[in-house]
C-alpha cells in the first residue's frame, strides 16, 4: 500500500495524457484490490506493475515480475525445507489458576505430532529431539501422539517400534508418559500402544496415575484422542483420588469444552499451529472443528487454561511457514 501511495504521489496530473489518467486508475484500482484481498491482493497489484502504462509501465510490470517470482520462489525454500528441517526448543512460563503451590516451577517438556517418517523427520532427526529434550532439563515429558504418518508428500513410513526403541532414551525425573493420536490409531491403537510400553513408556488412554516429584503431588490424566478415541473424560478422571489436583493431556484440543473445571490445566497437540501463519491472516487451515479458537499457545476460556503445542512433524503437506517446529517446554 505503502508502494501504490509513493507511486501515485509522483504522478504529473495532465489529464490530458492517456497513459496517466489510465496509470493513475490502474493505482487506485491495485490498491483496492490490495486492501479488500490482502496478499493475494498484494500479489496481483505487483503482477499488474500497479496499473502504470506505457514504457514506465511495461518495465516496472518486469521488475515487479521478477522480485515476485524470486520472493515466492524464496518463500517457498524457506516454507517447504528450511523451516521444516528446523528444531527450536520454545520455553513459556505460564501463570495457571488453582495450580497447587507445591508444583511451582514443575517444568513440562511436550513432544506433539512427531509424524515420524514426515520430510525432514526420520530416525536421525528423532535421536536430536531426544537429545535436546533431555538437554532441556524436564520434570516430567508428555508425548501427545501422532509418532506415524498416512500419506504426507515425500514422506516415507517408520514403524512405530522403531520409534519407540529411541524415545526410550528419554529422561525425566517425575516420568515420560504418552497419549495415542488419531494417526497412531489409524494404523492400529494396540500396535503403537504396545510398542511404546515394551520400551516402558506408559500410554494413558482415559486412565491417570499420581505423580510425585519432591513436594509436588498432581494427577495426570490422560484422555484418549478427540476424533478417533473414546475419549471419556469422566472415566478418565475417576482413575484418580479427587483429593489430588488434576492434569490432563490429551492429542486433540477439541476435548478442551469438555474439561470440567476442576482440572487446572490441560496440554494437547494435533493442530501443528494450521503449519501455515500468514501475516495480517492467521492460520488458513487448522484441522479443528473450532477453526483458529484452540490453533496453537496458551489458551484461557471459561475459567480454565490450556497449551497447545505446534508440534515437530508434518501431515498431507511438507511446509511450515512461521511455525517452526518445536519442543515445548
Known amino acids: 500500500m505503502a508502494t501504490a501511495c509513493y507511486l501515485y504521489s509522483k504522478f504529473n496530473y495532465d489529464f490530458n495524457d492517456l497513459d496517466t489518467r489510465r496509470s493513475e486508475h490502474g493505482i487506485a484500482n491495485a490498491a483496492s484490490i490490495f486492501l479488500i484481498l490482502g496478499v493475494p491482493g498484494l500479489v496481483y497489484a505487483l503482477w499488474s506493475g500497479f496499473g ?47 495450580w497447587p503451590r507445591s508444583c511451582d516451577g514443575l517444568r513440562i517438556a511436550v513432544l506433539a505430532d512427531l509424524h515420524i517418517g514426515s520430510p525432514h523427520n526420520g530416525l536421525g532427526r528423532l535421536r536430536e529431539v531426544v537429545d535436546r529434550t533431555n538437554a532441556a532439563g524436564a520434570d516430567l515429558i508428555l508425548l501427545a501422539g ?77 484422555v484418549s484422542d478427540f476424533w478417533e478415541g473414546p475419549h471419556d473424560v469422566k472415566k478418565a478422571l475417576a482413575t484418580v483420588a479427587a483429593s489430588l489436583p488434576a492434569m490432563v493431556f490429551t492429542h486433540n484440543p477439541d476435548l478442551f469444552p469438555e474439561i470440567p473445571p476442576a482440572v487446572v490445566f490441560t496440554i494437547a497437540g494435533h493442530t501443528h499451529g494450521g503449519q501455515v501463519c500468514l501475516p495480517g491472516i492467521g492460520r488458513p487451515v487448522v484441522p479443528s472443528q473450532y477453526g483458529q479458537r484452540y490453533s496453537a499457545g496458551f489458551i484461557q476460556e471459561s475459567g480454565k487454561h490450556m497449551y497447545v503445542s505446534t508440534g515437530i512433524g508434518t501431515s498431507i503437506l511438507p511446509v511450515r511457514f512461521r511455525v517452526p517446529p518445536e519442543i515445548t517446554v
Not at 512405530?160 to 488419531?182: M, Y
Request: charged share 20%; aromatic share 4%.
Open 146 to 222: 501422532d509418532y506415524v504418518i498416512q500419506g504426507v508428500l515425500g514422506g516415507e513410513f517408520v514403524p512405530p517400534e522403531q520409534t519407540a526403541e529411541i524415545l526410550r532414551d528419554l529422561k525425566a525425573p517425575a516420568g515420560v508418559f504418552a497419549v495415542l493420536g488419531n494417526h497412531d490409531r489409524m494404523l492400529g491403537a494396540t500396535r503403537v500402544k504396545l510398542a511404546l510400553e515394551q520400551q516402558l513408556i506408559p500410554v494413558l488412554e482415559d486412565v491417570g496415575v499420581e505423580l510425585r516429584h519432591g513436594e509436588c503431588r498432581l494427577n495426570l490424566v490422560g
Open 52 to 98: 502504470l502504462q506505457g514504457r514506465a509501465g511495461t518495465v516496472c510490470r518486469q521488475i515487479l515480475r521478477s522480485a515476485t517470482i524470486v520472493t515466492g520462489l524464496v518463500l517457498g525454500v524457506w516454507g517447504f525445507w528450511a523451516e521444516p528441517a528446523s528444531l527450536q526448543v520454545s520455553e513459556h512460563r505460564l501463570t495457571v489458576a488453582n
